[in-house]
């Protein structure tokens, strides 16, 4: 059975640092293309991150959207089947449901082109 399930969300002050975990079962991760998305309340789930597969660390292409650039950093760990979303400086606009999802294929910012999901992990980011 695939699972995928993330936690490390929580309620922090604005300017702080989280790191989501998404740890997956070996069968989704190995050569899957891995995102992060979120969802605040009444809006569409947005992409906000994804990371392609590779032995190598250095052979990884990842890829932000412009509202977090800068400020998250998404990293996988192969042997451990996790991928990691690091959020610094994070802001009450982060505020959502996050996200991890897999694909096989190439990267996609398309939440319909991910194959499997996660429950997701609240991020709340107070002012």
């Known amino acids: 059975q695939v699972q995928l399930v993330e936690s490390g969300g929580g309620l922090v002050q604005a300017g702080v640092s989280l790191r989501l975990s998404c740890a997956t079962s070996?069968?989704?991760?190995?050569?899957?293309?891995m995102g992060w998305f979120r969802q605040a309340p009444g809006k569409e789930r947005e992409f906000v991150s994804s990371i392609s597969w590779s032995v190598l660390s250095s052979g990884r292409t990842t890829y932000y959207a412009d509202s977090v650039k800068g400020r998250f950093t998404v990293s996988r760990d192969n042997a451990k089947n996790t991928v990691y979303l690091q959020m610094n400086s994070l802001k009450p606009e982060d505020t959502a449901v996050y996200y991890c999802a897999g694909r096989t294929g190439s990267r996609s910012v398309v939440a319909a082109e991910y194959d499997y999901w996660g429950q997701g992990t609240q991020v709340t980011v107070s002012s």
């Open positions: 070996g069968r989704i991760f190995n050569t899957y293309v």
